[in-house]
């Protein structure tokens, strides 16, 4: 089957660093996506894993084991433009493009 | 800039009705996907197309359809809408090679069926 885990909703505080798990078991496997997506709008692209380690962006990173099924995002020095959901996505094509999600987590970034 | 352009944000409708939702991307892309969004369950796949005239069920096809006659334009039928369709659908693209991109997605259709 195909299942994507992650936490419903996180809190933190501006200037802090938050972590957003992801556990993900797909049929096939071909990258780890994560999106943000702020209420209202349309999901966009954040960060691609498809090798084990880390990917570094500005503040944000992602970090993906395969043997473990597990990826997570890391934000750093979070700002108030951060509260937005954040979607996990597993492509389960091995040649193509399909993705599976997770359902989603929601960040609320207090002052 | 590059866009997947959902024709209509807000729709209501009627229980029974036939249901067109119109997708068009302008980046020439060979992928594109129907999707519907859900609170506390995500996105949930339900149809897409790896080329013109082609299409394959996803993870909820029942009670949709869907027509792509060019490779710009993917559209999702409801045959007959019910009050259980009520959700968010969200288009989606994608180039064939670049398994690196990912989606780009279009704004939105909040669909109400009533």
């Known amino acids: 089957g195909q299942n994507i885990d992650q936490p419903t909703e996180m809190t933190a505080t501006e200037g802090a660093i938050v972590q957003i798990n992801c556990t993900y078991q797909t049929s096939g496997f071909n990258g780890l996506f994560w999106y943000q997506q702020h209420a209202g709008e349309a999901p966009t692209f954040l960060s691609y894993n498809v090798l084990d380690g880390l990917e570094e962006k500005g503040r944000f990173s992602s970090f993906l084991s395969r043997s473990k099924g597990y990826s997570y995002l890391l934000l750093k020095e979070l700002q108030m433009k951060d509260s937005a959901s954040y979607l996990c996505a597993a492509n389960r094509d091995n040649y193509g493009q399909n993705f599976v999600f997770g359902p989603g987590t929601r960040l609320s970034v207090l002052p | 800039d590059v866009k997947v352009t959902q024709s209509s944000r807000y729709l209501v409708k009627r229980t029974g009705e036939k249901v067109f939702l119109e997708c068009v991307q302008d980046m020439d892309h060979e992928n594109m996907f129907w999707y519907r969004q859900d609170p506390g369950l995500g996105l949930r796949l339900i149809y897409f197309s790896y080329d013109v005239k082609m299409k394959e069920k996803g993870d909820i096809p029942e009670g949709y359809s869907v027509s792509r006659e060019k490779k710009e334009r993917f559209s999702l039928i409801l045959e007959s809408a019910s009050t259980n369709q009520t959700s968010m659908y969200l288009c989606?693209?994608?180039?064939?090679?670049?398994?690196?991109?990912?989606?780009?997605f279009g704004s939105g259709t909040r669909l109400t069926v009533v």
């Open positions: 989606a693209s994608s180039t064939r090679t670049g398994a690196a991109s990912g989606y780009t």
